[in-house]
């Protein structure tokens, strides 16, 4: 370990601790992954996820799979700070206790506080109670592994009997190859670009509304999946920003003890995704946009 990392890590130990004695405060507040798996099923809200990403990127960098704007910026602070009553936002519950996580997940938390506290607190609305991030990533990062069956199975209740449009890159498979969304009425998907989705907004909200109202939208596209769940919310449409959920329901399914590469992100093309055995997945794609 080099000294800037040692660095690094001592003064955001320092800077955590000082939070956790009440030297220094802070008032938001995230509800915990069951509450927010319960709001989702109960309710017909829509989901905005935040992680580190979509912070880093506030922050002014860009990411391996966006370049940063400075219209993405402007709409990522926007968001954050909670208009909308039909829809939720999710943050990473980081603001206190941190012992759910693992040691490195709390080390990795520490550090990204350290730097981005502040984006926090300047663009979250104290009026509000946030969601959980942790709601698509809740197995790997957590320390007590017990829950994650319970919450899987509950999560699956979202979108049980429903009719659903999965909108994705064309390496993330959301549910190919596993039983993730084999609870819903039916699975149609719309694929978009795997890097730099956002300056494909506009043609991929016209394939969206080729769809009904009624249809649940599934959105994994990374920082764009914002942007076009918001879209789809104001049209009159329900759409859920899942993240990597795939990712992380196949950790849980290998009881991986760390994160693994997943092989069906590298299947790409018809011909590949034939080869793999994906003929459902292929079935179930209706619309791409490049």
């Known amino acids: 370990m080099d000294i800037k990392r040692i660095v ?36 017909n809200k829509s989901m905005i996820r935040y992680g580190d990403g979509e912070i880093t990127m506030i922050r002014g960098r860009s990411l391996v799979l966006q370049q940063v704007e400075p219209e993405i910026i402007e709409g990522l602070k ?23 996580y ?7 938390w520490k550090d990204h506080l350290l730097f981005s506290r502040k984006v926090y607190e300047k663009y979250c609305n104290p009026e509000r109670e946030y969601y959980n991030t942790s709601v698509s990533r809740f197995y790997n990062y957590m320390s ?11 999560i699956k209740l979202i979108w049980k009997d429903k009719d659903v449009v999965v909108v994705e890159g064309e390496r993330t498979h959301n549910g ?25 907004l506009d043609e991929l909200m016209e394939c969206c509304r080729q769809y009904p109202k009624d249809r649940l939208f599934l959105v994994s596209l990374g920082v764009a999946a914002k942007f076009l769940t918001e879209r789809l919310f104001l049209e ?10 795939d990712m992380e329901y196949e950790w849980y399914l290998h009881k991986a003890d760390k994160k693994e590469k997943i092989p069906k992100h590298d299947v790409i093309g018809e011909e ?19």
């Open 8 to 43: 690094k890590d001592i003064l955001a130990q320092i800077d955590y601790s000082l939070y956790r004695m009440g030297v220094k405060k802070c008032n938001i507040k995230v509800h915990t992954i069951e509450e927010t798996i319960d709001e989702l099923i109960n309710t």
């Open 78 to 100: 926007r968001m954050l700070n909670y208009e909308y009553d039909g829809m939720i936002v999710t943050i990473p519950e980081i603001f206190g206790d941190l012992s759910i």
């Open 102 to 108: 693992r040691k490195e997940s709390r080390q990795f």
């Open 144 to 154: 007590d592994k017990s829950k994650c069956e319970k919450w899987i199975d509950k």
């Open 176 to 200: 190919a190859g596993n039983d993730l969304l084999d609870s819903a009425g039916s699975v149609e998907r719309i694929i978009g670009p795997s890097s730099d989705a956002y300056g494909k």
């Open 236 to 245: 009159g449409y329900r759409s859920l920003d899942i993240g990597h959920l």
């Open 272 to 290: 590949a995704n034939k080869n793999a055995g994906y003929h459902k997945y292929l079935s179930q794609i209706k619309h791409r946009v490049k």
